[in-house]
Nanobody, 116 residues
Framework: QVQLVESGGGLAQPGGSLTLSCAASGSIAGVNTMGWYRQAPGKGRELVATIEYGDITNYQGSVRGRFFISRDRAKTTVTLRMNRLNIEDTAVYFC??????????WGQGTQVTVSS
């Protein structure tokens, strides 16, 4: 089992920045990919960014160049730096981890609201 705990959500103005962090614990030795998904009101959950073994990153097109994902050396914490936020970025952001066996784990979610 892998436990994921997010932090760093909140309110930002359009054009502002926020940083989300996710700390993993438990059976983390088998975790290969970590990342973030989001779900806006009335919409499905969508990928935001992931980082996998070898620090290979993948971004959704609408956030590429504005959001940056990174992972610490111990591979227990993943961080999402979100710049130039816009109203369409408002959503609940979920931390995600996948093991080499294909098991998926999710955090409880953290609210990000972009509003003037």
């Amino acid at each position: 089992q892998v436990q994921l705990v997010e932090s760093g959500g909140g309110l930002a103005q359009p054009g502002g920045s926020l940083t989300l962090s996710c700390a993993a614990s438990g059976s983390i030795a088998g975790v290969n990919t970590m990342g973030w998904y989001r779900q806006a009101p009335g919409k499905g959950r969508e990928l935001v960014a992931t980082i996998e073994y070898g620090d290979i990153t993948n971004y959704q097109g609408s956030v590429r160049g504005r959001f940056f994902i990174s992972r610490d050396r111990a591979k227990t914490t993943v961080t999402l730096r979100m710049n130039r936020l816009n109203i369409e970025d408002t959503a609940v952001y979920f931390c995600y981890a996948q093991t080499v066996l294909g098991e998926d784990y999710w955090g409880q979610g953290t609210q990000v609201t972009v509003s003037s």
